[in-house]
């Protein structure tokens, strides 16, 4: 597909009707955003919705549904999806196109301004709707192609999904000495943001000083309160001494 200047890409008010279909969090913070950006919005719509009367129809449905929502849709809308790891397939055979904004939204909504997007597209058509609705969201659209999907969604799913797993595994642990989980909140803000400006650099800690007694006692009480967890915390450090290691070698 072409690059596109801003100047091809219309404005949230040149859209047409923009139907929602999928009343979940996604949904919803879609049709807010771009009612508030000033397009004709139709929704969140349920998922047997035929996008009658619709230019544009966006399934924000689990990835599962996709396929069965797009078929339920009338011929004539440009219909796009909201996945990061589904192709457009299911989408035929509409014209189609998927925008993926790479941010978490919870039920208190979410802000788009400024978020990374990934979009994709079978058309110069669809390809100016999914700018445009990048453009009319304040999202940062970067194009993704389908063979690429699996191991995108799967980065995202690590950087926030494995993330509260990690913080809560951190937060359960802390309990036990009678910490709370917002004592841990400075050190993780610190963290990520220290890790965003220096990547790998920004790790500090007992296994990057290589204080092998200390990661020991670590572990033994681990093992000691939360034996459950013994395996996660032994492929963490291992991970984690690779990264170490890597980092000190010289480049070939």
Known sequence: MPDLDSADVPAAAGLGVVAIVGDGRMGRALAAGLRAAGAAVDGPLGHEATGEGADI???????????????SLAPGPVVGHVSGATTLVPLAPHEAFGLHPLMTVTAAGVDF?????????TSARGQAVAHALAKALGLRPFEIDDDDRAAYHAAASIASNFLVTLETFAAELAATAG???????????????NWETSGAAA??????????ATVARQ????????????????????ATSDLVRNDREPAA
């Open 219 to 238: 572990r033994a009480a681990v093992a000691e309160r939360m034996p459950h967890r013994t395996a996660l915390f032994d492929a963490l450090t291992d």
């Open 57 to 71: 129809v966006v399934l924000a449905v689990p990835d599962s549904e996709i396929a069965g929502a797009a078929a």
């Open 203 to 212: 790790l500090t800690g007992p296994i990057a000083r290589g204080d092998h």
């Open 179 to 193: 910490i709370s989980r917002d004592a841990l909140a400075p050190l993780v803000r610190a963290t990520v943001s």
């Open 113 to 121: 301004a400024g978020v990374p997007a990934a979009i994709a597209a």
